[in-house]
T-cell receptor
Framework: DAKTTQPNSMESNEEEPVHLPCNHS???????IHWYRQLPSQGPEYVIH???SNVNNRMASLAIAEDRKSSTLILHRATLRDAAVYYC????????????????FGQGTILTVHP | NAGVTQTPKFQVLKTGQSMTLQCAQD?????MSWYRQDPGMGLRLIHY???????DQGEVPNGYNVSRSTTEDFPLRLLSAAPSQTSVYFC????????????????FGEGSWLTVV
């Protein structure tokens, strides 16, 4: 799977929007962009995913650049509960319609939310 | 629907002992994997499987064995525990056949905290 690059850490104030960037310049046309977050002492949990168009769900929004070489996870109003490590990964779609292969996570972005 | 279940949650081993971390999923997922996470670090892939009878190595496979005899189970075996294997271990699973609606969401277990003394 292609690599992603994220800032090591970001900070935000409570109730403010947060934009978490991810660069994936080697993304292929069939790679899905996934975001996960890991709260302290827990396993990672799914946040959102997308392919080409921007996506919204109850947790967040995902903005995907037109060339798909970068994406941004948007938390519209950060809460203290959003303090976590956020991971951006790419999920490849192979020619046979499968999504196998090594799934590697980078260091992620540590998000700190201040009251 | 229990999702991904890992056992045990906590374990202390002596150097040289062997043990098996269990992982089971009830979602009929083809893809299963094991990660380890050291303090303050990201997740590192140990081994993964794309279906029953098929396994492959990840980034840090040394000292670990896996097998996949059924779709549901993917145990991780520590052959001779070493202090360097002190870590938190996460099992994960997902569909292998790409599903546009889910994009093959990855589901993680709650983790197994292992200390080797």
């Amino acid at each position: 799977d292609a690599k992603t690059t994220q800032p090591n850490s970001m900070e935000s104030n409570e109730e403010e929007p947060v934009h978490l960037p991810c660069n994936h310049s080697t993304i292929s046309g069939t790679d899905y962009i996934h975001w996960y977050r890991q709260l302290p002492s827990q396993g990672p949990e799914y946040v959102i995913h997308g392919l080409t168009s921007n996506v919204n769900n109850r947790m967040a929004s995902l903005a995907i650049a037109e060339d798909r070489k970068s994406s941004t996870l948007i938390l519209h109003r950060a809460t203290l509960r959003d303090a976590a490590v956020y991971y951006c990964i790419l999920r490849a779609r192979n020619a046979g319609g499968t999504s196998y292969g090594k799934l590697t996570f980078g260091q992620g972005t540590i998000l700190t939310v201040h009251p | 629907n229990a999702g991904v279940t890992q056992t045990p949650k906590f374990q202390v081993l002596k150097t040289g002992q062997s043990m098996t971390l269990q992982c089971a999923q009830d979602m009929n997922h083809e893809y299963m994997s094991w990660y380890r996470q050291d303090p303050g670090m990201g997740l590192r892939l140990i081994h993964y499987s794309v279906g029953a009878g098929i396994t492959d190595q990840g980034e840090v496979p040394n000292g670990y064995n896996v097998s996949r005899s059924t779709t549901e189970d993917f145990p991780l075996r520590l052959l001779s525990a070493a202090p360097s294997q002190t870590s938190v271990y996460f099992c994960a699973s997902s569909y292998g056949i790409m599903r546009r609606s889910s994009g093959n969401t990855i589901y993680f277990g709650e983790g197994s905290w292992l200390t080797v003394v």
